[in-house]
């Protein structure tokens, strides 16, 4: 049971929005900045989105991310193929001295 | 341009001690960021193990913090996890990590990762 609730699964068809949710509580998205993270078959993860809606350098700008309260979502638009990979949000968590909390990881599927 | 690469024993004994090191290459640990290992177990999700700092302060997993012991030498530029008393349930690829923290742990990102290495625990 991850602290993050991520939907286990997503699906959408080439050129769609796709959202995918994270939902969290006041130790951890509540008080800290969420990330996300792209997981692409048989490889290490990659950081996506950082400080809630930060793309690093090289990340499209089809990607995106916000933040309301315990919640956040990512937001991928003009959706490709090459989108289908496992998604992971995370961010630290206040309680028990702190440490970093995942979610369970969405798998994106393109149809 | 940075890279970490993690390395140690593919295969472990129930009951024994795992023991993985990260060489990072092209940035200083003693420069800052924090260091950290993740894992995820097949077919399963990520599970954050903890990170240090190269002054030495650690950070861990509250499920895992009893077995866990990450170090650092910065002589070396490595850093490395020592996991005890591992069972089956241990079994995973393990990533190790940079860790970008700022303003407290309001934020903590995870920005450079090695490709990982496979650990079986099994007799």
């Known amino acids: 049971q991850s602290v993050l609730t991520q939907p286990p699964s997503a699906s959408g068809t080439p050129g769609q929005r796709v959202t995918i949710s994270c939902s969290g509580s006041?130790?951890?998205?509540?008080?800290?900045?969420v990330n996300w993270y792209q997981q692409l078959p048989g490889t290490a993860p990659k950081l996506l989105i950082y400080?809630?809606?930060q793309r690093p350098s090289g990340v499209p700008d089809r990607f995106s991310g916000s933040k309301s309260g315990t919640s956040a979502s990512l937001a991928i638009s003009g959706l490709q193929s090459e989108d289908e990979a496992d998604y992971y949000c995370?961010?630290?968590?206040?309680?028990?001295?702190?440490?970093?909390?995942f979610g369970g990881g969405t798998k994106l599927t393109v149809l | 341009q940075v890279q970490l690469q993690e390395s140690g024993p593919g295969l472990v004994k129930p009951s024994e001690t795992l023991s993985l090191t990260c060489t990072v290459s092209?940035?200083?640990?003693?420069?800052?960021?924090?260091w950290g290992w993740i894992r995820q177990p097949p077919g399963k999700g990520l599970e954050w193990i903890g990170s240090?700092?190269?002054?030495?302060?650690?950070y861990y997993n509250p499920s895992l913090k009893s077995r866990v012991t990450i170090s650092v030498d910065t002589s070396k530029n490595q850093f490395s996890l020592k996991l005890s008393s591992v069972t089956a349930a241990d079994t995973a690829v393990y990533y190790c990590?940079?860790?970008?923290?700022?303003?407290?742990?309001?934020?903590?990102?995870?920005?450079?990762w090695g490709k990982g290495t496979t650990v079986t625990v099994s007799s």
């Open positions: 990590a940079r860790a970008f923290v700022g303003i407290g742990y309001y934020y903590y990102y995870m920005d450079v």
């Open positions: 092209g940035y200083s640990i003693s420069s800052g960021y924090y």
């Open positions: 240090i700092y190269h002054s030495g302060s650690t």
């Open positions: 006041s130790s951890n998205i509540g008080s800290n900045t």
């Open positions: 400080s809630n809606n």
């Open positions: 995370a961010a630290w968590d206040d309680s028990l001295n702190g440490h970093v909390v």
